[in-house]
């Protein structure tokens, strides 16, 4: 059976330079990093080694970067101390944005009642700018903003610098998830005066359960696991040296080879969406996906022209002839009421379709394009 993976924005796979660096560490660097003795030294330095190779890739310093077990840690972290130590006490975000993040805020409004304001949408789910800014203007209350840089179902891109600027003028902290921007788009937190941002290493070629926190210095964040003074006091708990490795291995290829895939990648993008709207009458795209300047280059989110009895087969039909992807996120694929994402953006007519993500990587080949078009098309004209 052939198989083809287009589910990058889910995880992706390791570069084999990644994996090298992996084995390497297990075999030889078993210290732990915070004993006194060579071996622990020795760990130590590989630890701080990847802190400063990863903090010089966003322009920032060695401290402000906090190794995690990946973007959820990171994302709760950021929210819960800015509410329990920073005195936030107002937070501004939208209702697309991940469920690590919704999800925490949610239960931050419960355990400490405090004030959750949703910003407008466009018809694409764009943030209104005009809309944020008069929520900004609205409150004296200490304010946090917190919007995701790329939505992980639609590929929107959200204006970093535009967002970062008007919180420093209405004296908001400013968080942003970065799982899907990070290692895909050149981020320089000297430039954009971010707050906080959190990232995860399986999204960029790296393992699963490495991660980080940028938390800006002086920020006065403090750590949500009790233990040991690991990560500067931020974030008890023996650090994954082999994993913390691999991952800054993961986002140093990535940005060297960035604008190469970057070029590749979307090229790929244009050539399956030109087949899909060739091939497949009445096909849409959700968001901004088919806007290269207004979505990212990794993903597309497509909605197909199917009938409701016949998308429940969609998806099982694609895995048996191979084919990986996403109805909604990978987080929340298993979940009812389909994806909140698109609950809020699409017509009563198009969330009666099926919508699937397909996002792709430098892995991916254009032969595996054809392949999906075919399958896609052969499914849709043949009758339930």
Known sequence: MKKVYFDSAATTQLRDDVITCITEVLKTEYGNPSSTHSYGRSSKSLLENARKEIAKLLNVSASEIIFTSGGTEADNLILCSAVRDLGVRRIISSRIEHHAVLHTLEWLKDEYNIQLEFVKLDKCGHVDYAHLENLLAASSEKNLVS??????????????KKVSHLCKEYKALFHSD??????HFELDFKEIPIDFAAAAAHKFHGPKGAGF????????????????????????GTEAVYAIAGMAEALKLSYHKLEKERNYIMGLKDYFKQELSKNIP???FNGSCDDNERSTYTLLNVCLPISTEKA???????DLKGIACSKGSACQSGAEGGSHVLNEILSEEDLSKPSIRFSFSSFNKKEEVDYV???LKEFISEGI
């Open 147 to 160: 919007l995701m840089h790329v939505n992980n179902e639609v590929g929107n891109l959200l204006d970093l």
């Open 178 to 183: 970065t799982v899907q921007s990070v290692g």
């Open 213 to 236: 926190a940028f938390v800006r210095k002086n920020s006065g964040l403090r750590s949500l696991i009790h233990g040991g003074e690991q990560e500067r006091g931020l974030r008890a």
């Open 282 to 284: 009445g096909v849409k």
């Open 312 to 318: 429940m087969l969609l998806l099982f039909q694609l």
């Open 373 to 375: 078009v075919d399958v």
